[in-house]
């Protein structure tokens, strides 16, 4: 069945970075495009990147560009979204997804 797991989320400082990870099984990863979101409680689900499937293209919401960059390993059904100077305002619930499918999402907490 489809799977995606995401990892790396955690506690951190602002101004500090951290690395997400989203790994895929049961669907055909190097052909899809893949998103990264993230969502708080009461909120939309607010998508933050995208890119293609070879990699060629990425885009990225108003809120994280510039300080976000998304990737993706079709060799090893990975996708990683690098976070670089945090605020308090990037605290979320941060997803992947892909084909319509949502990992299940990692807890990032930005504070002092």
């Known amino acids: 069945q489809v799977q995606l797991v995401e990892s790396g989320g955690g506690l951190v400082q602002p101004g500090g970075s951290l690395r997400l990870s989203c790994t895929f099984s049961?669907?055909?990863?190097?052909?899809?495009?893949l998103s990264w979101y993230r969502q708080n409680p009461g909120t939309e689900r607010d998508r933050l990147a995208w890119?293609?499937?070879?990699?060629?293209?990425?885009q990225y919401a108003d809120a994280v560009k510039g300080r976000f960059t998304i990737s993706r390993d079709n060799v090893k059904n990975i996708s990683y979204l690098h976070m670089n100077a945090l605020t308090t305002n990037d605290t979320a619930v941060y997803y992947c997804?892909?084909?319509?499918?949502w990992g299940r999402g990692i807890q990032v907490t930005v504070s002092s």
């Open positions: 049961g669907f055909p990863f190097r052909n899809a495009l």
């Open positions: 997804k892909a084909l319509g499918y």
């Open positions: 890119i293609s499937s070879d990699s060629k293209v990425t």
